[in-house]
């Protein structure tokens, strides 16, 4: 009699084991896909943006240069607003969007259903 409890529970530890084994590899296909989707969007994300940036900076200097008849101030204006904005993302990386970027990830791993 205690050989076959013994059995007993062995198959269902055994069970329990698989069944967990199993929702962990629906877990980790779950996140990967959640990840290399969400890496796929930021990456036509960031594309789109570059161009939008590209194009507005390059009206937007054209503009500035025929406004002060000398388009390449222009450009050069422009160039200075761009460096300006990388130098403020680039000082504030640390303290604010690392952190925020960081966090943003992390509640996204852990997010249940």
């Known amino acids: 009699m205690d050989q076959k409890k013994n059995d007993t529970w062995i198959d269902n530890t055994a069970e329990l084991i698989d069944s967990y084994r ?13 990840g290399i989707s969400i890496s796929i969007i930021g990456a ?6 570059v161009f939008i940036l590209l194009f507005a900076g390059v009206g937007t200097a054209w503009w500035l240069g025929e406004r002060l008849n000398n388009i390449k101030a222009g450009f050069f204006i422009m160039g200075g607003i761009y460096v300006f904005l990388f130098l403020l993302l680039l000082a504030t990386s640390t303290k604010i969007w ?5 966090n943003a990830i992390i509640k996204k791993i852990y997010e249940q259903d």
């Open 98 to 102: 690392i952190p925020l970027i960081r």
């Open 22 to 34: 199993n929702l962990i590899s629906i877990r980790i296909a779950e996140h990967t896909s959640l």
């Open 44 to 49: 036509v994300y960031a594309i789109i943006t």
